[in-house]
């Protein structure tokens, strides 16, 4: 693998490199582990979702974006835009770091939409010469044409008390003042949640102070990605903590995105929880999932995450200069004080013509022939399900991913073990989740390089990239009395390279 020097990984993108570009991007359109529905970088790395917002008609989505391989280098914000949170388009680089208060990169942040305009709140990863960071929280403007303009003023300059890990600013309005939360570590090396007040948006930034969740003192030694959205009458909190303790079969990754739903005055600064915290994915590829600042849907949220993790390598795609995507948009809803976590609702057009049919375990339409389609949605159902196994990407005899269930013991079973390429393993290779009320249906998103399982319409999501062979292409499925139906996904994003 190529090795970087500190200034191949922290160049700005200009005109010059588009020839650059092109040719990378060119060579990695025919890769195999390209997908067709998922958001995914042009080329290079991508990481957080960032300043998702509803505006002027359309979704406004950003990413993390570092334009010439596969590294975290000099992070640049790409835009891209969709009427119904499937069909996506490129849009072109959004921020490229070119202030004194960036010079190291536009890291995360989020958006707020007001009157005419996107204010787009980020952090600025600041270096001097001796490479000593100095966090800067900026701020953007988006106008009705999409044309978006930096703000010379930091909102928010580093705060004493902490390290210089201060970063990932959400911007919210709550009864007529503003907010912003952010992530930081404490002087103790503790990660801890900042909030921020003022009457306008351009200026005027108080910190109001911590805030404290009830009956949490340790949140490990950094929490990335705070989001607060207001759901009904509860408040949902999310985050990114680096450092929490992994408990058996749960928060496994090497970092994890974890929510709390709850009670929460910003002028309290306290986070009061129904329930003690939950992996807001209980897969391996999860992180730095943001919510959108919108009104399209009523009572709910609208998430997008990192499908990748801080700290992982993902070689088969690495090794062609590019790595990351976003996952699918989930709708979130509270019900019954269960987190619901459904795919976008236009997510049901996408499927085209059915390949492959069982009604009550009988086999009624198949035009695999045993041949697993490289993007296909799978749903299958019987509420009295007992028992099935359905292994994706197989090989001659052999089993793949495998998703299983067994009524006995209620879990829900996911492994990767088995698949020829093996990405982050020593976190673990095999998800069981319990499912209370038992299993009853279960909807699989399949993207060439990405498996994305909904169990009972969200109660429970699992995400995993998978990475097949061109031989583990076969699958299998058993089970007593199951409705399974397999359909042809469409390609619905968008490969022109416009920067
Ligand atoms: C999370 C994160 C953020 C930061 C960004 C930099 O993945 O580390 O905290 O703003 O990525 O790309």
């Not at 102070?209 to 009904?232: L, T």
Request: with cysteine; aromatic share 12%; charged share 25%.
């Amino acid at each position: 693998m190529k090795e970087w020097t500190q200034s191949e990984r922290y160049r700005i993108y200009t005109e010059a490199d588009k020839a650059e570009l092109e040719a990378l991007h060119e060579s990695i359109l025919n890769s195999r582990w390209r997908t067709d529905y998922h958001i995914q970088p042009l080329t290079g790395l991508l990481n957080d979702p960032n300043g998702f917002c509803w505006f002027k008609g359309k979704w406004h989505l950003f990413y993390q974006w570092f334009p010439y391989g596969a590294v975290h280098g000099m992070k640049h914000w790409y835009h891209v835009t969709s009427e119904d949170l499937v069909h996506w388009k490129n849009e072109g680089l959004a921020l490229k770091p070119d202030l004194l208060f960036d010079n190291y990169g536009c890291y995360s942040g989020s958006a707020l939409v007001q009157d005419d305009r996107v204010y787009l709140a980020y952090t600025g990863n600041s270096k001097d010469f001796d490479l000593t960071r100095h966090p800067y929280q900026l701020l953007a403007c988006m106008d009705h044409a999409g044309r978006i303009t930096k703000y010379g003023r930091p909102l928010i300059s580093p705060q004493k008390g902490y390290t210089e890990h201060q970063r990932d600013p959400k911007i919210f309005e709550y009864k007529g003042k503003y907010y912003i939360l952010l992530g930081a570590q404490n002087e103790e090396e503790k990660g801890v949640l900042l909030l921020f007040e003022s009457n306008q948006i351009e200026e005027g930034w108080q910190l109001l102070g911590e805030v404290k969740v009830r009956g949490y003192e340790n949140f490990g030694f950094m929490c990335e990605c705070p989001d607060i959205e207001k759901i009904g009458d509860k408040w949902l909190l999310l985050f990114s903590p680096q450092g929490i303790e992994k408990e058996s079969g749960r928060f496994e990754q090497k970092f994890n995105n974890i929510y709390m739903t709850g009670d929460f005055d910003p002028e309290h600064l306290e986070f009061i929880p129904d329930a003690p915290y939950e992996e807001l994915d209980c897969g391996f590829d999860f992180y730095a999932a943001q919510c959108a600042a919108q009104s399209q849907f009523e009572n709910a949220a609208v998430l997008s995450g990192w499908f990748g993790c801080g700290g992982y390598a993902y070689p088969p795609t690495d090794e062609e200069g590019w790595s990351g995507l976003l996952t699918l948009p989930r709708i979130l809803s509270i019900e019954n004080g269960k987190l619901i976590q459904r795919p976008a609702p236009a997510l049901a057009e996408m499927k085209k013509e059915i390949l492959f049919e069982a009604k009550d375990g009988t086999i009624v339409n198949d035009r695999l022939h045993g041949l697993m389609p490289v993007s296909a949605v799978i749903h299958l159902e019987n509420p009295n399900l007992q028992l099935f196994e359905l292994s994706l990407f197989s090989k001659n005899g052999k089993r793949g991913f495998e998703i299983s269930y067994d009524r006995n013991t209620r879990v829900l079973t996911v492994d990767r073990s088995l698949m020829a390429n093996q990405v982050n393993a020593e976190y673990g290779t095999v998800r069981k989740v319990r499912l209370d009320e038992g299993l009853s249906v279960l909807d699989v998103y399949v993207d060439h390089s990405t498996v994305e399982i909904f169990a009972n319409e969200g109660e429970k999501v699992i995400s995993a990239r998978v990475f097949p062979e061109a031989d583990e292409k076969i699958i299998r499925m058993g089970g007593r009395d199951i409705n399974l139906s397999i359909y042809r996904a469409e390609k619905t994003n968008d490969d022109s390279l416009i920067i």
